[in-house]
């Protein structure tokens, strides 16, 4: 027995380290994503994994070294039914994962709020209460601004072609989260709109929804991180297991809607800033979200990408401002700049800040 205990030990022991020299792991991982507070619920969420990615520590610009890293990002294997613990403010909180490894932290904190960002840490513990595994993330309480922004991701600021599945995955499979582009002017687009109408230490509230899956995240925070974009909460689409890579962002666009208006429902007395692209769905959701929600939302800008569907765009967009609404639709981000000046959204004195 000792013997037969000895080789599967090591045998268990092989794998793991092939497993490690693929950048994969089998021991439990926690993916916890920044989630957001607000004086009727805070929220916080992630998956458990069995097996999934260690965190990339190198960034090569060699096809394969991006190739092996796009794929490890779609091994995954969920964790179901485990127990995992969040602490807030002295109180212990317990959730248990769903099927597909997904957990939500949802609880309600004695006022006042305390705006700003909070890190958090979920631990995942066995039955006699020993740590398994750690993941870290953070939670933001928006400050009482005026505004918030809510923008799409790919094509929207990350150049993606998004509307051509063989360009969309060459990008994918070929650049890393640090050699990607953002559009030329956008950084400074959002930084200014981050800035605007408020005060420099109370940013307005980005929130950042796509059709893109969870798998993605580190990746896509990853690129916000370095090209400056403002640090905001990301709510993507579905984990999806390696069959699926191909079908990457290409569908569930329909949750899209559902998403923003979750966030449409936390701040009820914000308005707010909605920035798309026309490469997929982006006008059609937004035009339903101004129908839905009348007098919250203040703009809506689409970035023009995919010259196949201008004219219906065009067609939603007039739509939209016959309603009220203002729409920015714009191929270079200094027309958008000079939109958000022109309908008061960014001041002379974020300009000279920004310049």
Not at 118 to 144: F, Q, T, W
Not at 198 to 217: D, I, M, Q
Request: aromatic letters at 12%; one cysteine or more; a positive charge.
């Amino acid at each position: 027995m000792q013997i037969s205990n000895q080789k599967y030990s090591n045998k268990k022991s092989w794998s793991t380290l092939v497993l490690n020299w693929f950048g994969l792991t089998n021991e439990p991982v926690i993916k916890v994503y920044h989630g957001y507070g607000h004086p009727e619920q805070m929220v916080i969420y992630g998956h458990v994994l069995r097996l999934g990615p260690l965190p990339r520590k190198k960034y090569k610009r060699g096809m394969l070294h991006n190739t092996v890293a796009l794929l490890r990002m779609f091994f995954v294997k969920p964790l179901g039914g485990a127990t995992v613990h969040m602490e807030w403010e002295g109180i212990e909180h317990t959730v248990h994962t769903d099927t597909d490894g997904f957990f939500r932290f949802c609880w309600v904190d004695q006022p006042p709020l305390l705006h700003g960002w909070h890190e958090m840490h979920v631990k995942l513990r066995d039955k006699h209460g020993n740590e398994k595994a750690k993941g870290s993330g953070a939670i933001y309480i928006p400050y009482e601004t005026q505004y918030g922004f809510i923008s799409d991701i790919d094509d929207t600021f990350l150049i993606s072609h998004s509307a051509n599945l063989r360009k969309r995955l060459y990008v994918l499979f070929t650049h890393n989260a640090r050699s990607r582009k953002p559009f030329e002017g956008v950084v400074k687009h959002y930084q200014l709109l981050a800035k605007g109408n408020t005060e420099g230490n109370a940013p307005n509230p980005f929130f950042y929804v796509s059709s893109s899956e969870w798998n993605l995240y580190d990746y896509i925070l990853e690129f916000t991180t370095i090209n400056g974009i403002p640090r905001g909460v990301f709510l993507l689409n579905v984990l999806k297991p390696f069959r699926q890579l191909f079908k990457t962002g290409q569908n569930n666009h329909h949750t899209k809607f559902m998403r923003i208006v979750r966030i449409l429902e936390a701040y009820p007395s914000q308005q707010f800033i909605l920035l798309g692209d026309s490469s997929q769905m982006d006008p059609f959701i937004y035009a339903s979200i101004v129908e839905h929600f009348p007098n919250r939302i203040h703009a809506v800008y689409i970035r023009d990408v995919h010259p196949k569907n201008r004219e219906k765009v065009v067609q939603v967009l007039d739509k939209i401002e016959a309603s009220g609404v203002p729409c920015c639709f714009f191929e270079h981000s200094e027309e958008a700049i000079e939109h958000s000046k022109a309908i008061g959204l960014i001041g002379e004195a974020e300009m000279a800040v920004g310049s």
